[in-house]
């Protein structure tokens, strides 16, 4: 008999039949080979899960920085628009802790009528020292809300790295307390790690796309 008329005789069950029939001959095959079941099932056994292109990371440093900061200096006058105050300024600082070097911000804020802020920062750490590597460091903050007993609150982000913190990824909460002599202190926490290569996308905002060693 054939081997079109043997598989018409079966029905339907015919090609799951011999699809059966097939894995039981290749999955034995595979292993005494060394090429293993993952094969043929990634994902069957962890750490070979597949979700396309992925960025190892290593492991997670917690973030524990302190800034002091200049007065601001102005960088144009302040404008008043609809009782909204615009400002554009910068400060000189120095970083301590997990971050460590000296820092210039370069500020844009508006504060409307009811005392709340919106506030765009970029921070510029040069030369910036992190786990006994160092580089150049550029982070973004962005915040909003109300500026209460002299205190504001945002969200930090690595935007680029230099030298050896090129593949620097981090992110977390930064705190802002405004002083009485108009320097500002700073408080960062979050979390870092050093990455195959940078991507802020990934790194920032998404880390559970990226699968960890």
């Given at each position: 008999?054939?081997?079109?008329k043997k598989?018409?005789?079966?029905?339907?069950?015919?090609?799951?039949?011999i699809?059966?029939a097939?894995?039981a001959?290749?999955?034995?095959?595979?292993?005494?080979?060394g090429?293993?079941?993952g094969y043929l099932f990634?994902?069957?056994?962890?750490?070979?899960i597949?979700?396309?292109?992925?960025?190892d990371?290593?492991?997670e440093i917690?973030?524990?920085?302190?800034?002091?900061?200049?007065?601001?200096?102005?960088?144009i006058d302040?404008?008043?628009l609809?009782?909204n105050?615009?400002?554009?300024?910068?400060?000189?600082?120095?970083l301590?802790?997990?971050?460590?070097?000296?820092?210039?911000?370069?500020?844009?804020?508006?504060?409307?009528?009811e005392?709340?802020?919106?506030?765009?920062?970029?921070?510029?750490?040069?030369?910036?020292?992190?786990?006994?590597?160092?580089?150049?460091?550029?982070?973004?903050i962005?915040?909003?809300?109300?500026v209460?007993?002299?205190?504001?609150e945002?969200?930090?982000s690595?935007v680029?790295g230099?030298?050896e913190?090129t593949?620097?990824?981090?992110?977390g909460?930064?705190?802002?307390t405004?002083?009485p002599?108009?320097?500002?202190?700073?408080?960062y926490?979050?979390?870092?790690?050093?990455?195959?290569?940078f991507d802020?996308?990934?790194c920032n905002g998404a880390?559970?796309?990226i699968?960890?060693?």
């Amino acid at each position: 008999m054939s081997l079109e008329k043997k598989v018409g005789s079966l029905g339907r069950e015919g090609p799951r039949l011999i699809r059966m029939a097939y894995l039981a001959i290749l999955v034995p095959t595979l292993l005494v080979s060394g090429i293993g079941i993952g094969y043929l099932f990634p994902g069957l056994i962890p750490g070979q899960i597949d979700l396309g292109e992925t960025k190892d990371i290593g492991t997670e440093i917690n973030v524990e920085t302190v800034g002091t900061h200049s007065a601001l200096i102005p960088e144009i006058d302040a404008i008043m628009l609809d009782n909204n105050l615009i400002d554009r300024h910068s400060r000189t600082g120095m970083l301590t802790g997990t971050f460590s070097g000296p820092v210039t911000s370069i500020e844009q804020v508006l504060i409307d009528s009811e005392g709340r802020f919106s506030a765009l920062i970029f921070d510029f750490c040069d030369l910036c020292t992190v786990d006994g590597k160092s580089g150049m460091l550029l982070f973004r903050i962005v915040g909003r809300g109300p500026v209460a007993a002299g205190v504001a609150e945002a969200n930090w982000s690595i935007v680029a790295g230099t030298g050896e913190l090129t593949n620097l990824c981090g992110e977390g909460t930064f705190k802002a307390t405004f002083n009485p002599d108009e320097t500002v202190s700073r408080a960062y926490d979050g979390s870092l790690k050093f990455v195959d290569s940078f991507d802020e996308e990934i790194c920032n905002g998404a880390r559970a796309s990226i699968i960890t060693r």
